[in-house]
């Protein structure tokens, strides 16, 4: 089992930045494949950026693509968002999730990949 965390949400202007972070705890973090999806009222929940356990590999949804980056450090347990250039569209509840994976370099886009998900962390750009 794991636990996972979200926090750094919050409002912001349009064109502004947050860092949201995913805490992890009740396994090694290490050997799980990360990803952050969103989910706006009425729309279903969906893909912004995931990242292998190794850290070298990552991919991003196109409509964040150039404007949010992911990270994370397999010692503190912690995986980042950091979302910059945000518009209206990127109001949402961003969850992260985590799925063990045994090849370094995999991360997935699909919800149903993941088996472990936070609580959420409510993002809310205003125009």
């Known amino acids: 089992q794991v636990q996972l965390v979200e926090s750094g949400g919050g409002l912001v202007q349009t064109g502004g930045s947050l860092r949201l972070s995913c805490a992890a705890s009740?396994?090694?973090?290490?050997?799980?494949?990360m990803g952050w999806f969103r989910q706006a009222p009425g729309k279903e929940r969906e893909f912004v950026a995931a990242?292998?356990?190794?850290?070298?590999?990552?991919g991003y949804a196109d409509s964040v693509e150039g404007r949010f980056t992911i990270s994370r450090d397999n010692a503190k347990s912690t995986m980042w968002l950091q979302m910059s250039s945000l518009k209206p569209e990127d109001t949402a509840v961003y969850y992260c999730?985590?799925?063990?994976?045994?090849?370094?370099?995999?991360?997935?886009?699909?919800?149903?990949?993941?088996?472990?998900w936070g609580q959420g962390t409510q993002v809310t750009v205003s125009s």
């Open positions: 999730a985590a799925q063990r994976t045994f090849l370094s370099s995999n991360y997935y886009r699909g919800a149903s990949d993941y088996t472990f």
């Open positions: 990242i292998s356990w190794s850290g070298n590999n990552a």
């Open positions: 009740g396994r090694t973090f290490s050997r799980d494949a």
